[in-house]
């Protein structure tokens, strides 16, 4: 990539996350495009659709939870390990009002832009999942896809105005049901 194309997409990036973060995964291209002062047409150069400027954005948090999962696949105990990747996720999730739904959509889409990341997470709280479901400390009758519907739900709530003040009690509510002990 050229250097100037390289700056663009930096900064569009940039923009996208303020902007985002602001009005939520359905926020406008051209707002972006103008805040970043660039055209729309530069824009969809390097984001052909939002949905591939929702996987820039979240690929890095999405990349750091799929390894967090494999570090604690290995370390402490099962349980303390999946409630710590379950709070992650649902932080990460957060971060961009309205992204959860896309995020849902996309395990069902090969051809969505977010598909291979979250495939990938889904796939690492399933691990966590059944390491604590081997040491009797989860409930055996979920499995991967319940666990990342539970954390879209938490996710969900805490993008709610009327609901956010909850969220910590909510997801002890969810942790405590999945976690047997």
């Known amino acids: ?59 890095t948090g999405f990349d750091q939870l799929t390894a967090e999962a494999a570090e604690l696949e290995g370390a402490g105990p099962a349980g303390d390990a999946l409630r710590t990747w379950l709070r992650a996720f649902v932080a990460c999730a957060t971060d961009y009002q309205g992204v ?37 400390v989860a409930r055996t009758d979920i499995d991967g896809t319940d666990l990342y519907a539970l954390a879209g739900a938490l996710a969900w709530a805490g993008d709610q105005p009327a609901l956010a003040a909850r969220a910590d009690h909510l997801f002890d509510v969810i942790a405590d049901a999945v976690l047997t002990r």
């Not at 250097?3 to 972006?32: C, H, P, Q, W």
């Not at 495009?33 to 820039?56: D, I, Y």
Request: proline residues 2%; aromatic residues 2%.
């Open 1 to 59: 990539m050229r250097a100037d194309a390289r700056k663009n997409y930096e900064r569009l990036l940039t923009v996208a996350s303020a902007v985002v973060t602001e009005e939520g995964a359905g926020a406008s291209l051209r707002d972006i495009a103008r805040r970043a002062e660039v055209g729309l047409g530069t824009v969809q150069r390097h984001f052909p659709t939002r949905e591939a400027l929702l996987e820039a954005l979240l690929r």
């Open 100 to 136: 959860i739904a896309s995020m849902v959509a996309a395990i069902e889409d090969p051809d969505s832009a977010l598909h291979a990341s979250c495939v990938a997470m889904r796939a690492a709280g399933a691990r966590l999942l059944a390491r604590a479901q081997a040491d009797g």
